[in-house]
């Protein structure tokens, strides 16, 4: 028999507390815990949930800037993730690497809470981050338990060339963090997991946002576009489970 790479992920859905980076990360410790309770391998969580989407007072405010991987703050997170043996998919406003400016930043820690990658987001939504932040260089990619893995984060998403080359480079799962996907924008990770070859996890953000609410409805696709996962209706802190089992590379 053969044995395939088998990924149990979790997207972790909750309203964060705006500019309350010790509250979000806690809030995050605690939805690690519980996902480690279920077997969950690896947890994603919203675009900027560390600080919640208030693009205002990050703009206004540089003490929400994440300095890097290794910031204090993120401790619990670290430390979940190496008591646990789980890996954890954030994202926060950050300072640049090379200090240019601030960017909306994806911290992938392991099972030992070490670092496997930094994602900064490559495509800024103009009318509302583009002024405020800078953009990434890099696509995001890191593996884990024979998986290999891609990251993209909210307006990403409507840029095709994004998982399009996540599937040329060999990778077999497409974790998304986004805020603001409205419901009527959901539908297209079934396509993108289709048009693609993907598994696709969505973690969506939820709480008060510069469009209205955030819908939540994170979610899970398989490469098929099959939805296989899908959030509750509600604004309490839940995980989404799905489990990924793909044989064979690309």
């Known amino acids: 028999m053969v044995d395939y790479p088998c990924v149990i992920i979790g997207a972790g859905q909750f309203a964060a507390v705006p500019g309350d980076i010790a509250t979000n990360v806690g809030r995050m410790a605690a939805l690690l815990a519980a996902a480690a309770d279920t077997g969950i391998h690896l947890v994603v969580f919203a675009e ?20 890097d991987h290794d910031d204090a703050r993120l401790d619990r997170v670290r430390n979940a993730c190496r008591e646990l043996g789980i890996a954890a998919v954030i994202n926060a406003p950050a300072q640049a690497v090379d200090e240019s400016g601030r960017t909306i930043s994806t911290f ?8 496997l990658t ?28 024979g998986l290999r893995f891609a990251l993209a ?23 998304a963090s986004s805020f603001h996907d ?5 539908g297209r990770y079934a396509q993108l997991a289709r048009d693609n070859s993907l598994f696709v996890v969505l973690a969506n953000g939820l709480g008060p946002g510069p469009y209205g609410p955030a819908c939540g409805r994170s979610g899970a696709w398989l490469p098929s576009g099959e939805q296989v996962a899908a959030a509750e209706p509600g604004e309490h802190d839940q995980l989404v489970r799905a489990e990924v089992v793909l044989s064979g590379s690309r």
């Open 108 to 115: 992938v820690y392991g099972p030992d809470g070490g670092l």
């Open 153 to 175: 984060t909210c307006h990403d998403n409507s840029y095709p060339d994004i998982p399009a080359r996540a599937a040329a480079d060999g990778c077999q799962v497409y974790l």
């Open 48 to 67: 900027l949930a560390v600080t919640h989407y208030d693009l205002a007072a990050i703009a206004a405010d540089p003490t929400l800037l994440i300095a």
């Open 118 to 145: 930094r994602y900064d987001k490559l495509h800024m939504f103009e009318e509302t981050e583009a002024g405020i932040f800078v953009t990434g260089a890099a696509d995001g990619r890191f593996e884990l338990d």
């Open 182 to 186: 409205l419901p009527e924008r959901i």
